[in-house]
């Protein structure tokens, strides 16, 4: 089996989408609780209170919701913003929001208080980039908004960007208009279908049966991936834990007892980790335990390990080395954990 599949049906009770390509599970969106708000929504916030000593601010989101803006400089008590989730939140604390939003589709992202029109440096064709700029330059955009054109914009015909880029316009305007009145969502976050027609690759088939759930096995990958070990290309094993403060990772070599051993189970769980993140929805502080190797052999590890990142939708950063010899990553919180999805 070749190619790209999206299957759409529930696990654990809740809106899933699955991604295949090749039989094997590449990318997994699963729907938060109906009481948990989803990254992209927006909301009419009130802000409550002050964080002393934090500079952020705690924000009424109405519906019982608080969330949390890091930069509450200039602002007080009262004040009505405009806000969009950011991440999910950690049981009993507030949603990290922002108030810089961001109304996207898969071809188009509107940016209010953000003027202009970007193109996405991967289209490289100059005469495409300018057909794409003069379709996005006849869309109507309120007076400060701007828009970026992604990079799947060059995929799209011009009719379709066109309407692409309308629907993003005319939401934020409205969104943006309705900044007064009391604590309110706006816009719901994108369910997991939604998402994967956003961001995921043009699939060669699109499944919605239960059936198709059952038929593939998709429950039975996405329990697989609640165990923590993971068999690596060659015979090592990697172990991804999550803990309350961050998530641990531990590289073994196997059975493979050879001088090389170390390097060659640390490059392959380079490669693996990114997906492995991804799809059991880890990110914050990434700690790596990695097998023994020589100290000369780490820039050989990370030039692996940031070319695996590059492919990887979330955003990582490799922080660097610790003094007991443990790899450090920080990843963006974008995903839902899966380990903490219950029936």
């Not at 188009?108 to 029109?117: E, S």
């Not at 309705?178 to 706006?186: S, V």
């Not at 060659?264 to 059991?280: D, E, V």
């Not at 790899?327 to 954990?337: D, S, T, V, Y």
Request: aromatic share 4%.
């Amino acid at each position: 089996m070749n190619g790209y599949q999206v299957l759409l049906g529930e696990w654990r009770g809740r809106e899933t989408a699955v991604l295949l390509e090749g039989g094997v599970i590449e990318d997994l969106l699963v729907a938060p609780e109906d009481d948990r708000p989803a990254i992209g929504a927006i909301y009419r916030a009130k802000v409550e209170r002050p964080l002393k000593g934090q500079g952020g601010v705690i924000l009424s989101l109405g519906g019982g919701q608080k969330g949390y803006f890091r930069q509450g400089r200039g602002l007080a008590p009262g004040d009505r913003m405009l806000v969009q989730v950011t991440g999910y939140a950690e049981p009993g604390k507030a949603v990290p929001v922002t108030p810089r939003l961001l109304f996207k589709s898969r071809y188009a992202i509107v940016t209010p208080d953000a003027p202009g029109v970007n193109i996405s440096r991967r289209i490289r064709d100059e005469d495409l980039r300018e057909k794409i700029a003069a379709i996005a330059h006849g869309i109507a955009l309120d007076p400060g908004h701007g828009a970026i054109l992604r990079s799947v914009a060059g995929e799209a015909g011009a009719e379709e960007l066109a309407d692409d880029l309308a629907a993003m316009a005319e939401l934020a305007a409205q969104v943006c208009a309705d900044a007064q009145g009391e604590p309110e969502l706006l816009v719901e976050g994108p369910a997991p279908a939604d998402l994967a027609w956003r961001d995921w690759p043009e699939p060669d088939e699109v499944l919605k049966d239960e059936a198709d759930f059952a038929h593939f096995g998709v429950a039975e990958m996405i329990d697989a991936l609640l165990d923590p070990q993971t068999a690596l290309d060659g015979g090592g094993s990697v172990f991804v834990e999550p803990t309350r403060a961050l998530v641990a990772v531990d590289v073994n070599t196997g059975a493979d007892t050879s001088p090389a051993a170390g390097l060659k189970a640390n490059i392959a769980a380079a490669r693996a980790l990114p997906r492995l993140l991804r799809l059991k929805g880890l990110s914050g502080q990434i700690v790596l335990d990695l097998a023994p190797m020589p100290k000369k052999d780490r820039t050989t590890w990370e030039q692996v390990l940031k070319a695996a990142l590059r492919e990887d939708p979330v955003e990582t950063s490799f922080v660097g080395w610790t003094p007991l010899g443990h790899a450090e990553l920080q990843r963006k919180r974008e995903r839902l954990p899966l380990h903490e999805i219950r029936a």
